[in-house]
């Protein structure tokens, strides 16, 4: 199965600012890694899919990109909302694995 | 607007079988991918397996051996069973929606946790 490692584990950084956070994968997942967002007590959220699609009501000041093995989610513009876990998702081999996620705190 | 609801006992015994349904509603069970996903206490996410809209079913290697899954679109509903639970297996239980097998996962339902004790 493919491991997504997941750096750093905890971010810190303040509104206002740009955060970036990485997924790296055992082995290329081409473009299929998807992100999502989740915030304590509820399910997660994608925000991005396909790499750098954003999902319906995805704010624009999220973006991702990278290719193969290296993948990157960068927020611009922190906003107090902001502050959440993150995980990235493999979708291109079975089974469909998560990275152990980024806390981004401030 | 879609809508995934998680149900089922919140406390199972060891050894004994977890069974959990998600209804959904605002839209039709055909034609997604229809995931568990389970994420314990503090820790990351998990997927168990889906199953899609025809019945074919995909699971984890990992739960494969204990996991069954079946859909029933007269409901709008599937279903998860896990059996021979142990501690392990406390968690909150996730059912997602996806337009194929492996993701995304575009609605998710509230999740709902069950606690293996004995």
């Known amino acids: 199965e493919i491991v997504l490692t997941q750096s750093p584990a905890t971010l810190s950084v303040s509104p206002g600012e740009r955060a970036t956070l990485s997924c790296r994968a055992s082995?290329?997942?081409?473009?299929?890694l998807n992100w999502y967002q989740q915030k304590p007590g509820q399910a997660p959220r994608v925000l991005i899919y396909d790499t750098s699609s954003r999902a319906t009501g995805t704010p624009a000041r999220f973006s991702g990109s990278g290719s193969e093995t290296d993948f990157t989610l960068s927020i611009s513009n922190l906003e107090p909302e902001d502050f959440a876990v993150y995980y990235c998702?493999?979708?291109?081999?079975?089974?469909?694995?998560f990275g152990q996620g980024t806390k981004l705190e401030i | 607007q879609v809508q995934l609801q998680e149900s089922g006992p919140g406390l199972v015994k060891p050894s004994e079988t977890l069974s959990l349904t998600c209804t959904v509603s605002?839209?039709?069970?055909?034609?997604?991918?229809w995931s568990w996903i389970r994420q314990p206490p503090g820790k990351g996410l998990e997927w168990i397996g889906y199953i899609y809209s025809s019945g074919s079913t995909n699971y984890n290697p990992s739960l494969k051996s204990r996991v069954t899954m079946s859909v029933d679109t007269s409901k709008n509903r599937f279903s998860l069973k896990v059996n021979s639970v142990t501690a392990a297996d406390t968690a909150v239980y996730f059912c997602?929606?996806?337009?194929?097998?492996?993701?995304?996962?575009?609605?998710w339902g509230q999740g709902t946790l069950v606690t293996v004790y004995s």
């Open positions: 997602a929606r996806s337009p194929r097998g492996y993701g995304d996962y575009q609605y």
């Open positions: 605002g839209g039709s069970i055909s034609p997604y991918y």
């Open positions: 082995q290329t997942v081409f473009t299929y």
């Open positions: 998702q493999q979708g291109s081999n079975w089974p469909p694995t």
